[in-house]
């Protein structure tokens, strides 16, 4: 059964420095993609990086990197040099590539990240 | 432009009120989704519509009508509403649904909805 799981409910990260944001992923579909959002509290959700199951190498989008680790089933999420501005929730999710696919994502329960100054 | 924009930011309203929450979105995209989203929970999705029509209806109460009156439009009819029913309620939009496995949705700001 597809499943995301994101096992950190709270993380303290210090200003400038990185954090990790666990994800780990369950599907039997060789297609997927992996998405991270973040949601501060404003209730936005925000798109932040995508990582196709096909992709050779990880994706990067400015301060944020996905360590994709197929074998492992897991996509973390690495933001590097913090801001007081990432405190926000992040989730990890899931959409299967398969014919016969409705569209539907997969979120994990989420992290919320703090970045202390 | 990645926008997709939803009114109003805040409704409250009674249980015996009619009331409908709107999202616009100019991307070109052909599917828009409605999700529900309760504090510190994931999204829950309700309805999909993909070109147009209604493709996917996650056993949505009644209450909750959804309406696509054309490709940039997704509506949300509320009547009857439940105190339980208050969350926040968020629009996405995507280029398309099947097959698909990078098509990537994109959320408004959502519209938070207090029933009393």
């Known amino acids: 059964a597809q499943k995301i799981t994101q096992t950190q409910p709270g993380m303290f990260v210090q200003e400038k420095e990185a954090v990790t944001l666990d994800c780990t992923y369950d599907?039997?579909?060789?297609?997927?993609?992996l998405f991270w959002y973040k949601q501060p509290s404003s209730g936005e959700m925000i798109f932040l990086i995508y990582?196709?199951?096909?992709?050779?190498q990880n994706a990067t989008e400015g301060r944020y990197s996905l360590n994709f680790q197929k074998a492992r089933k897991s996509a973390n999420l690495v933001i590097s040099a913090s801001q007081l501005g990432d405190s926000a929730m992040y989730f990890c999710?899931?959409?299967?590539?398969?014919?016969?696919?409705?569209?539907?994502?997969?979120f994990g329960q989420g992290t919320t990240l703090q970045v202390k100054p | 432009d990645t926008e997709v924009t939803q009114t109003p930011k805040h409704l409250v309203m009674g249980m015996t009120n009619k009331k409908s929450l709107k999202c616009e979105q100019h991307?070109?995209?052909?599917?828009m989704y409605w999700y529900k989203q309760k504090a510190k929970k994931p999204p829950e999705l309700m309805f999909v519509?993909?070109?147009?029509?209604?493709?996917i209806n996650e056993s949505v109460p009644s209450r909750f009508s959804p309406e696509c009156p054309n490709s940039s439009l997704l509506n949300l009819h509320l009547h009857a509403l439940q105190p339980e029913d208050s969350a926040l309620y968020l629009c996405?939009?995507?280029?398309?649904?099947?097959?698909?496995?990078?098509?990537?949705?994109?959320f408004g700001p959502g519209t938070r909805l207090t029933v009393l």
């Open positions: 999710a899931m959409r299967e590539g398969s014919s016969g696919n409705t569209g539907k994502l997969i």
């Open positions: 991307m070109g995209h052909r599917a």
């Open positions: 599907t039997s579909d060789p297609s997927y993609g």
């Open positions: 519509y993909s070109y147009e029509k209604l493709s």
């Open positions: 996405a939009s995507s280029q398309e649904v099947r097959g698909l496995a990078t098509d990537t949705q994109y």
């Open positions: 990582q196709g199951s096909y992709d050779q």
